[in-house]
């Protein structure tokens, strides 16, 4: 019998705990085989009396290598702190600071990138049905890590840092696996007429990579005429190379053409671990309720099993998802379904067709 490997849960806040249940249960009957260790974390695991990402998350991720996990929130409008001390991945004794557990994740186990595919379901109501992105996302640096201070009551900053280092790995993950997957174009997304050094850095660097890649063509898109274009003919992209907050504020973009925030997936990945999670966030309005739609989070789990190379059991989630949602009787409302649909119904619809 094959041996038996382990992932670490994290069923995160508001909608996450449904979502992430919906995925574990039909992770479970898709016939790879794999032991759950659950980890509360986020307002979720603070509402419980621990840490918001306490030491036995980073000893769990730091064992498994691998993490399924649910959106964590942050109380809206107060700030909010997240102290991360000595763990087996990152021994730094000095405490580091973060304004999220996501974000503090992603830098303890140095995730470098997000992995953000946008594609149509033919059964999914949207505006396209032939959208096949898939969005590379620095997940390291720039404005999104929140440095900001205040200068005085009225005047605030935040600092946006770009390298080097950080985008010629970005953009290597990137080429490497486009070679792999036979995709062939490639928009590097910048603002550097304005942000002449930090975008301009990026530009050059991400294009440096791409140039040693003969089977690639890359081009570079200025932001706002990329949104613009993706709105208006998403066919005509194939591969989006993007730092941080714009590949953060693309992928919902992205989401949009394909029908909403409930059907994008997502991978950080690292060298030794990855964590992944759907694009959306906790949508605190419908949690609790049986309306969240699992399958970003069920599109997530796929993408894990690929990771470990299960990839007749992720086919088989796939082909099942599919069916149900060309039935659509048992899906969310946000996928068309009536009141027979739900989280848990359109779960075990996906449950049954496999
Ligand atoms: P957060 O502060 O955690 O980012 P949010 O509600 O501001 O939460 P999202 O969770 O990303 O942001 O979602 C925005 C809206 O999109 C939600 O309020 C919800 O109505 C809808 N939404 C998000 N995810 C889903 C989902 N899985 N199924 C159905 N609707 C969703």
Known sequence: MASRREITLIPGDGIGPEVTAAARAIVDASGAAFDWDVQPAGLAAQASGLPALGPAVFESIGRTGLALKGPTGTPFGTPYRIEVGA??????????????????????????????????????????????????????????????????????????????????????????????LGRKKLAVAHKSNVLKLTDGLFLRAAMDVAAQYPQIEARDRVIDALCMELVLAPDRYDCLLLANLYGDIVSDLGAGLVGGLGMAPGANIGEQCAIFEAVHGTAPDIAGRDLANPMAMILSATMLLKHVGELEAAARIERALTSVLERRDRVT??????????????????????
């Open 87 to 180: 763990h087996r991945m990152n021994p730094k004794p000095e405490p580091r600071v973060y304004p999220s557990v996501a974000i503090a994740l992603r830098k303890e186990f140095d995730l470098y990138m997000n992995l953000r595919p946008i594609r149509s379901f033919p059964a999914v109501p949207s505006r396209y049905q032939d959208v096949d992105l898939l969005i590379f996302r620095e997940n390291s640096e720039d404005l999104y890590l929140g440095r900001e201070r205040m200068v005085d009551d009225d005047t605030a900053e935040a600092i946006k840092t770009i390298t080097r280092g950080a985008t010629t790995r970005a953009a290597k993950f990137a080429c490497e696996t486009m070679v792999r």
């Open 333 to 354: 409302g946000d996928l068309g379904g009536g009141p027979g649909g739900g989280t848990q119904a359109m779960t075990q619809a996906i449950i049954e067709a496999m």
